[in-house]
């Protein structure tokens, strides 16, 4: 039941946050990161944690991924992550072989 409920908010600052004086909108714990700093780094939308420095071996983390929240990127995922990356940073004009040549270019 609580893998179906929407009650966590995204950190500010995530992809999924709030603007300023909105209302956050509530998330099931499948669709947030824990807030890692990897995490941070790659722009994922990360669990608003505000307790206390977040500890991923404390009782209260390992409760929030039971219930579903999301250690690490899914692949499916963070390739959509980094199209809508490519596509604003290429001014909409994108298309597959567009990331291909943007990953062999990285390498």
Not at 5 to 29: H, K, N
Not at 46 to 57: A, E, G, M, Q, R
């Amino acid at each position: 039941m609580l893998r179906e409920t929407r009650m966590f908010i995204a950190a500010p600052g995530s992809s999924m946050a709030p603007e300023d004086g909105m209302v956050p909108m509530r998330y099931l714990p499948n669709q947030l990161h824990e807030p890692s700093s990897e995490n941070i780094s790659l722009g994922l939308p990360v669990l608003h944690w505000v307790d206390s420095t977040w500890d991923p071996k404390s009782p209260e983390a390992q409760f929030i991924f039971s219930i579903g929240l999301l250690k690490v990127c899914r692949a499916p995922a963070s390739f959509d992550h980094v199209s809508n990356i490519a596509k604003a940073s290429l001014g909409g004009h994108f298309s597959g072989n567009s990331l291909f040549k943007l990953y062999r270019q990285a390498r």
